[in-house]
């Protein structure tokens, strides 16, 4: 069970390996908040099935490579306890809901969003210059 844990992870949200400081995204209140915050520096949703291994595999990987803190504000949502939200972050931003999926936003709109196996945190640095 240890190995399995090492290479999907924990399905527990907020993993506490996890290098990245991430903000829960919990509430819709928060949307404006990013929305905001989007004008000054580039938002980063990270959608998340705590029940798809998929989904753990994919949220491992991206913590593992994520080194953008600095330009970019990772959020994190647990899409099972949060469907509201995660329904009107598709709609707010214009985008097909997947999971797991992330979505980087900017100046209030979503200018890059993919899912699956194309999440990949080092393709983010081309979105911060």
């Known amino acids: 069970m240890s190995l399995f844990k090492n290479i999907f992870g924990s399905s527990e949200e907020g993993n506490q ?12 209140g928060q949307l404006n908040e990013i929305i905001d915050l989007s004008n000054e520096k580039a ?22 490579e994520f080194d953008l803190e600095e330009k970019i504000t990772p959020y994190f ?7 509201d939200v995660s329904n009107e972050v598709a709609n707010l931003f214009d985008v097909f809901h997947q ?8 100046n209030g709109k979503a200018i890059f969003s ?10 983010l640095e081309r979105f911060t210059v």
């Open 17 to 28: 390996s996890s290098k990245i400081v991430w903000r829960q995204l919990t509430d819709l």
């Open 43 to 64: 938002v980063l949703i990270f959608k998340h099935s705590t029940r798809c291994s998929i989904s753990r595999f994919a949220l491992k990987q991206f913590e593992n």
């Open 77 to 83: 949502l647990d899409l099972l306890n949060h469907r």
């Open 99 to 106: 999971s797991p999926q992330i979505l980087l936003i900017k």
């Open 114 to 123: 993919t899912s699956h196996d194309d999440i990949d945190a080092k393709f």
